[in-house]
């Protein structure tokens, strides 16, 4: 169990009646790591899972896999990742239990068959990068009552008390519902930052999202501008954040935090930025 007093801060922020994903029962919805040392003498670090899901190319294949309920062949996957780092996920993925591969079609172990994607996951990961890295209270799965749809938010962390909300969202299927939920929401719960999270890097597909997040909002100071070319990072006012993830997971927020410690947190005026 992991005591950062998030409980604390989140009630002295005036929140009282969250909820969250517990850090002592396992999340039957999120992916991990069985074996440190597996039955084919593999050795692993303990937390080798979570360090390569923070990569592009491990995740972009096990999103691609769960997805597919028919199993996806090893020549498709070749498309996103070469060996001989495709072969090395694919024995790590194989060794974890996670898929199974026959006659070079590969999918979902047995064990996960109920994991529909790898959406809960990809939050999981967010929260324990926070945790991890920054070495601040984070939880995934958290429903703030009042808060619109149930106030179901992905991750809430806190980082030197700031309040941060962040959406995660995968690939190409964000509906313009939860685009407009995502903005509604941050005005509603109101952190310091709230950044959606969009686990992609293909720039045709953030350039996409970004027109249908500004089309019901003409004016200037409610549009979303390109701030990091480098990272896919739009700012809006109010402390709204859109980032992709064309490199990393960690490198796509660490760009937010830097924007805004350096471009945000002293300017008055939203104006001014």
Not at 77 to 88: G, I, N, R, Y
Not at 94 to 116: T, Y
Not at 223 to 238: D, S
Request: charged letters at 25%; a negative charge.
């Amino acid at each position: 169990m992991i005591d950062d007093n998030f409980d604390i801060v989140f009630r002295r922020q005036g929140f009282s009646n969250f909820t969250y994903q517990s850090e002592t029962q396992s999340d039957p919805q999120v992916l991990s790591q069985r074996w440190v040392h597996p039955p084919d003498g593999a050795e692993y670090l303990a937390d080798e899972f979570y360090r390569r899901f923070g990569g592009n190319s491990f995740r972009k294949l096990l999103g691609r896999i769960y997805k597919a309920t028919a199993g996806v062949s090893r020549q498709y996957l070749a498309k996103f990742c070469s060996d001989p780092t495709l072969e090395q996920h694919l024995t790590f993925m194989r060794n974890q239990e996670l898929i199974i591969e026959v006659d070079s079609m590969v999918s979902k172990a047995p064990r996960c068959q109920h994991i529909a994607d790898i959406g809960r996951t990809f939050e999981w990961y967010v929260a324990r990068w926070f945790q991890a890295f920054l070495h601040c209270p984070a939880r995934y799965n958290v429903h703030v009552p009042g808060i619109l749809e149930g106030g179901d938010l992905d991750v809430v962390a806190f980082l030197d008390g700031l309040r941060i909300w962040i959406e995660c969202k995968s690939g190409r299927d964000i509906t313009d519902t939860q685009l407009d939920l995502f903005v509604r929401r941050a005005q509603e719960f109101n952190p310091v930052l709230a950044i959606l999270l969009i686990d992609t890097d293909e720039n045709s597909v953030m350039d996409n999202y970004i027109a249908r997040l500004n089309k019901p909002h003409p004016q200037e100071d409610l549009q979303f501008h390109l701030k990091n070319p480098r990272e896919w990072l739009f700012f809006r006012g109010r402390g709204l954040y859109v980032v992709g993830v064309p490199n990393s997971i960690q490198e796509s927020l660490l760009a937010v935090l830097r924007f805004y410690h350096d471009r945000v947190r002293f300017v008055p005026f939203v104006g001014d930025i």
